[in-house]
């Protein structure tokens, strides 16, 4: 008999939906207090997530819910490199989370 591996899950900060933690990108607030996006989420420090799509990243900043997680600046750099690399990305469909 199989054991199923129990998959880890993460808030994410834009749209606050309980996702898979593969589907999230990490971004880390190191203990120095620089804010990086973390690839492989293996960075040491404190870690947001937020869904791997423009619009809610686009929350996420509206509302400064990463400031206030991290409870200090995130610079535009941040959000403009996040984003970027969500538009490289392929669309998400629906079937693929089923």
Same mark, same amino acid.
Do not use: T
């Given at each position: 008999? @199989?054991? /199923?591996?129990?998959?880890? %899950?993460? %808030?994410?900060?834009?749209?606050?939906? %309980? /996702?898979?933690?593969?589907? +999230?990108?990490? #971004?880390?607030?190191?203990?120095?207090?620089?804010?990086?996006?973390?690839? #492989? =989420? &293996? &960075?040491? =420090?404190? =870690?947001?997530?937020?869904?791997?799509?423009?619009?809610? @990243? /686009? &929350?996420?900043?509206?509302?400064?819910? @990463?400031?206030? /997680?991290?409870?200090?600046?995130?610079?535009?750099?941040?959000?403009?490199? @996040?984003? &970027?690399?969500?538009?490289? +990305?392929?669309?998400?469909?629906?079937?693929?989370?089923?």
């Amino acid at each position: 008999m @199989l054991n /199923k591996r129990k998959v880890p %899950m993460r %808030m994410c900060v834009g749209c606050h939906e %309980m /996702k898979p933690k593969r589907e +999230l990108q990490r #971004v880390v607030r190191s203990p120095e207090g620089e804010v990086s996006i973390d690839p #492989v =989420g &293996k &960075k040491p =420090g404190r =870690g947001a997530y937020v869904c791997r799509n423009v619009e809610c @990243l /686009k &929350k996420a900043r509206k509302s400064k819910s @990463l400031e206030r /997680k991290f409870e200090a600046a995130v610079s535009n750099e941040i959000y403009d490199a @996040l984003e &970027k690399a969500f538009c490289a +990305l392929p669309p998400v469909s629906e079937d693929e989370n089923e």
